[in-house]
């Protein structure tokens, strides 16, 4: 114990900068334990608490502002690389796009105590043309709430932390077994869930050209367009002929639709994950003539299929940002 305190003295506040800037450049590393620890610190050096702080802001916004960048240069495409590396790419896009919906640029204040949303929310902002001096102002401000909370946290049960820590140094080995068990437990239940989807998705997916050989039948089939408004506003473009979806109205939106209609959803998120979301749920309600578009459509404009345009959104994306797009 005394060994493990003498180095969270000296180098406790250099690896709280290490470890929140790796999980900002989007590393699964746990960094919430280390927080609490030096907020307990804190208690016996003030001075300790206050770097630990300081450099905690410093890394986070060193990490939000790579991301930041790359949203600028790539748009809406950075955030299909975070998600694919994600354990839950399921949801990780729209639930970003849904808080900003929400929030709006406020979102990066709350952004660090949402899983997943704090490492997607600085490409979003950048995706969506934030100015880099609003930006820096709502990081900072969120990285300080973040960072200033847990160590705060740390601080008022640091009697208890310490107690935490003597049981651990008393277990040892046990201790470290049962951690990494969870973890591992926790690592294969997300796993599980991809596969799921996945085998659910290569059941009833669809590609392009097959798409567009349906679409010169007799019966035309349904097509849903399950992105977000948001990625409508970035990407006014849609498949001809396809229909607006909300998965949360979803009910509204097939109202009347005969079971046995043949319909295809797509989207522009990782894996389909969206579409094939919505493709689950109309299975679960009975229909079962339903799609999911392989590639959505990125792959359709790929294979030089036609597609229409919504009208301009660029009000909402000011009205997202509280000012106007640059």
Known sequence: MTTLFALLTEYGALGVFLVVLLV????????????????????????????????????????????????????????HLLCRISLSPDSCVRQSETNFNRWGVATLVIAKFIPGLATLAPPLAGALGLRRSSFFIFS?????????????????FYQQINIVLVTMAKFGKIAIFVILLFLITYVIFRWWQRYRIKRFALQTRITPKELAELLNQEQLPL????????????????????????????????????FDQVMVVYCSCPNDASAVQVARELKRR??????????????????GFSVEYYESHEHQIAHILNQDTP
Not at 46 to 56: E, N
């Open 24 to 79: 900002q450049l989007g590393l699964p590393i746990p960094v919430l334990p280390l927080l609490l620890l030096m907020g307990s610190l804190a208690m016996v050096d003030p001075q300790l608490g206050l770097t630990a702080l300081l450099l905690a802001i410093v890394a986070s916004l060193l990490g939000d502002f790579v991301w930041y960048s790359a949203g600028r240069r790539y748009g809406h495409r950075i955030l």
């Open 140 to 156: 900072t401000a969120g990285a300080a709430l973040w960072a200033g909370t847990w160590l705060i946290v740390g601080a008022i």
């Open 223 to 258: 097509i849903f367009d399950a992105r977000s408004s948001l990625v409508k506003s970035l990407d006014l473009a849609r498949i001809t002929g396809a229909r607006a979806l909300d998965p949360k109205a979803l009910a509204e939106t097939i109202t009347d639709i005969p």
């Open 286 to 303: 009975g229909y079962t003539q339903v799609r999911s578009l392989h590639g959505g459509i990125d792959a359709w404009r790929a294979e």
